[in-house]
Each structure stands twice: as C-alpha cells, then as structure tokens.
C-alpha cells in the first residue's frame, strides 16, 4: 500500500519565519504534488515535479518554492511565512499518468501562523 | 476561471437513502474525471474514476455518471450510511496536465 508521510501534522510558525514542509512517499512515484486545501476553495495546486530536480508551478505558486533533491522527497518552502498562508497543507504522488494511477494524498499539514 | 464546480457546498441524506453529488466543468479537453473524498485530520482518499469513453462506472454502493454533451457529471451513493459523511471533491485531467479539483461537497448521512 502506498504510504505518503508528511512530517508534522501541525505547525505553528511566526510571520516571517522560513517555514520547510516535508513529504516523503515510499512507492518509487515519479510524480509528487503539493495542494493546500482551504474552506470553499477546495484543493489548490502549489506546485507539482515529475522528475528529481524538475519543478513546475501550479495555480498558486507565490510565497512558496519547493526542492526535490531525490525521488522520495519533495520539499515546501514558505520563504516568509504571512497569515494568509494559514492553511491544511497537502502532499500527493503518483506513478505515472493519473489515468493509470490515481493520486495518492498524505494526512496533511495543518499550519497555522501567527 | 473555475474549471471544475461543484455548486452545491454541502448535501444532508437520511441514512439508507440515495445520495447524489454533482460536479459541472468548462474544459472540453478534460477526458478522464475522478471523485476524491476526505475525512476531517486525513487527506483525500481515491473513490472512483470514469473515462470520457464511458458514461457509467459502478463500484459497489458508489456509481458516477458521465454526461459530456452537458459537461455534467453525478456520484450516487446508494444506500448512504453515516460512514460516508465527508467531503467529496471531483477532479478532472487531459493529457498529462495536473488534476483539477472542484471545491468539494461536504455530505452528512442522518441516522
């Protein structure tokens, strides 16, 4: 069974701190997405990576970057953190095509930041 | 501009009766269409998927239908049971473009 870990399940963080979210995933998946999920905006896409050291940005990429230095792995940076970033964060991967293999999500990152 | 809507933010059903959630989209091109659903503290978990070659898909209690002339699509629950209280999220995909999402349903099943 795929298994997707997010490395904490609440954060709270302080307005300008540097924020780091970890996401590992223990499938082999290419494919490593991050969502944040907030109350009648439904799941949006941060960022996303297809490929180790490959990235691409998604609906709302602003405020964040990401690293995936190994496949496992992929890394959301909040640079500055602001209150506005108070959110559940969500990891997902994939093998592949979501036709062939749907998203597989984490529990999430509930951050909160004061 | 939203490409996948789900309009109606939350549904209430008597336990043992139908559930019908339903999900609209813009994009012509979306060919594969998936329901996502989430318990409060855990993330989405995969429900089920229909192809746009398809209209129906059947899984047990759950089924989706496919209207693509209206861009329409429905996930039936039947029998409801107050386990599937969530919030339900349809996502759509072409190619090999990120799913998208719509902002979710929340279902209550009454006992």
């Known amino acids: 069974d795929v298994k997707v870990t997010q490395s904490s399940r609440y954060l709270v963080k302080r307005t300008g701190e540097k924020v780091f979210l970890e996401c590992v995933q223990d499938m082999d998946h290419e494919n490593m997405f991050w969502y944040r999920q907030d109350p009648g905006l439904g799941l949006r896409l941060i960022y996303f990576?297809?490929?180790?050291?490959?990235?691409e940005k998604g609906d709302i990429p602003e405020g964040y970057s990401v690293s995936r230095e190994k496949k496992e792995r992929f890394s959301l940076i909040l640079e500055s953190a602001s209150t506005n970033q108070t959110s559940m964060y969500l990891c997902?991967?994939?093998?592949?095509?979501?036709?062939?293999?749907?998203?597989?999500f984490g529990n999430g990152t509930r951050l909160t930041v004061t | 501009d939203q490409q996948v809507k789900q309009n109606s933010p939350s549904l209430s059903v008597q336990e043992g009766r139908i559930s019908i959630l339903n999900c609209d989209y813009t994009n012509s091109m979306f060919d594969y269409f998936l329901w996502y659903k989430k318990y409060p503290a855990e993330g989405p978990t995969f429900l089920i998927s229909i192809s746009s070659i398809k209209d129906k898909n059947e899984d047990g209690r759950f089924t989706v239908f496919l209207n693509k002339s209206a861009k329409h699509l429905s996930l039936h629950i039947v029998p409801s049971q107050p386990g599937d209280s969530a919030v339900y999220f349809c996502?759509?995909?072409?190619?090999?473009?990120?799913?998208?999402f719509g902002k979710g349903t929340r279902l209550s099943v009454i006992a």
């Open positions: 996502a759509a995909i072409s190619g090999n473009t990120p799913l998208v």
């Open positions: 990576s297809y490929d180790v050291k490959m990235k």
């Open positions: 997902a991967s994939s093998l592949g095509a979501v036709y062939n293999s749907p998203l597989h």
